[in-house]
């Protein structure tokens, strides 16, 4: 050590004392510099693997924080998970004024048709009437979710050959009508089915134990879902809105529908369907103002498989009430079509 830790000098001097000394000495000096040299370099190795790993033991630390710090802010910045208020008998109370938005069979390859000329050939009330439902959801906020035929994802539909070769025709006779039944089933004051009545007019929601009541404003149309665990009506009864029960999946109502008649439609290009008609709803409330709703259509006698259409409601604008839709009364459609009127002399 002595001599590892000696100036320039000193160290000469030491190995001239050693070439000086006798062979006996000079190999004991000669073993006493070799142990101090070894003894200097152990020590500078010890140091320089203290300083590799207080540096490894640093990098770990950081790297460890580094890793942990993105979750301690995701769980600081993660908004609490939204849980519904409850109806009395313990389901997500989804009671009040809503629109419906984005609900409706629009087909990729839609036949053309005189149709698509006119909003509709209905109209049978006043614009004033048809004006659309104020929600307070900015568009963005529901153009970002699923909307119309969701599956098949290119919206061709799976038609039976025989049933689209049936549709087509009966749309040649539609403009102008070549009798009563190709008239537009929303001129002739039919009830909408469960496609129908978007946009224009608020449905409400109102909720008992044992039910789920949906009133439309157009038409007047009431549907009541049952969810006391009753059965389907007989095969025999068969209703406009269908026979609808409901059950409860968690937060997510799922309303099974049949018992349909032949007299309602699907849309302006899709005017009818069959009897066969059986539906599968589900009704999940995402937040205060959006229920998101789907709606899978079975019809064996006029696709080969099933379709899935995507929509929410959007909650209406506080004061929102339904008004009386008197559909019939004052209609000039049938005079307008069919070229007579209602006036004396004529």
């Known amino acids: 050590m002595?001599?590892?830790?000696?100036?320039?000098?000193?160290?000469?001097?030491?190995?001239?004392?050693?070439?000086?000394?006798?062979?006996?000495?000079?190999?004991?000096?000669?073993m006493s510099v070799a142990n101090a040299s070894a003894t200097a370099r152990s020590l500078k190795k010890g140091r320089s693997h203290q300083v590799i790993r207080r540096t490894l033991l640093h990098i770990a630390v950081?790297?460890?924080?580094?890793g942990s710090l993105p979750a301690l802010q995701a769980q600081e910045q993660a908004p609490a998970k939204w849980t519904p208020a409850r109806t009395p008998d313990g389901h997500p109370d989804m009671q009040g004024m809503w629109a419906r938005r984005g609900v409706a069979m629009a087909e990729a390859n839609a036949p053309k048709t005189p149709l698509s000329e006119f909003g509709s050939t209905g109209q049978p009330y006043p614009t004033?009437?048809?004006?659309?439902?104020?929600?307070?959801?900015?568009a963005s906020a529901l153009a970002n979710r699923p909307a119309g035929i969701i599956e098949p994802a290119n919206r061709v539909l799976p038609w039976r050959p025989e049933a689209d070769a049936a549709r087509r025709e009966f749309l040649s006779h539609m403009i102008?009508?070549?009798?009563?039944?190709?008239?537009?089933?929303?001129?002739?004051?039919?009830?909408?089915?469960?496609?129908?009545?978007?946009?224009?007019?608020?449905?409400?929601?109102?909720?008992?134990?044992?039910?789920?009541?949906?009133?439309?404003?157009?038409?007047?149309?009431?549907r009541v879902i049952h969810t006391d665990g009753r059965p389907h009506l007989?095969?025999?009864?068969?209703?406009?809105?269908?026979?609808?029960?409901?059950?409860?999946?968690?937060?997510?109502?799922?309303?099974?529908?049949?018992?349909?008649?032949?007299?309602?439609?699907?849309s302006q290009t899709i005017p009818f369907?069959?009897?066969?008609?059986?539906?599968?709803?589900?009704?999940?409330?995402?937040?205060?103002?959006?229920?998101?709703?789907?709606?899978?259509?079975?019809?064996?006698?006029?696709?080969?498989?099933?379709?899935?259409?995507?929509?929410?409601?959007?909650?209406?604008?506080?004061?929102?009430?339904?008004?009386?839709?008197?559909?019939?009364?004052g209609s000039q459609t049938l005079p307008n079509i069919f070229g007579f009127g209602f006036f004396p002399g004529q």
């Open 62 to 66: 950081a790297s460890i924080l580094a």
């Open 176 to 222: 102008p009508p070549a009798s009563l039944r190709y008239v537009e089933a929303s001129a002739r004051c039919v009830p909408p089915g469960l496609l129908g009545g978007d946009d224009r007019h608020p449905y409400q929601i109102v909720q008992r134990p044992g039910s789920f009541v949906l009133m439309y404003e157009y038409n007047h149309v009431t």
């Open 2 to 30: 002595s001599v590892a830790n000696a100036s320039p000098a000193g160290r000469s001097n030491q190995i001239m004392s050693v070439a000086n000394a006798s062979p006996a000495g000079r190999s004991n000096q000669i």
């Open 234 to 266: 007989g095969p025999n009864i068969r209703l406009y809105m269908g026979d609808s029960i409901g059950r409860w999946e968690g937060d997510t109502l799922v309303v099974d529908t049949t018992n349909f008649n032949d007299k309602t439609s699907f």
């Open 128 to 138: 004033v009437f048809n004006t659309g439902v104020s929600t307070p959801q900015a």
């Open 273 to 329: 369907h069959s009897d066969a008609l059986h539906t599968v709803e589900r009704f999940t409330m995402v937040d205060p103002y959006i229920i998101d709703y789907q709606i899978t259509i079975e019809d064996p006698k006029m696709f080969t498989a099933p379709i899935r259409i995507a929509g929410a409601f959007a909650a209406a604008v506080k004061g929102s009430e339904l008004m009386e839709f008197a559909c019939a009364e």
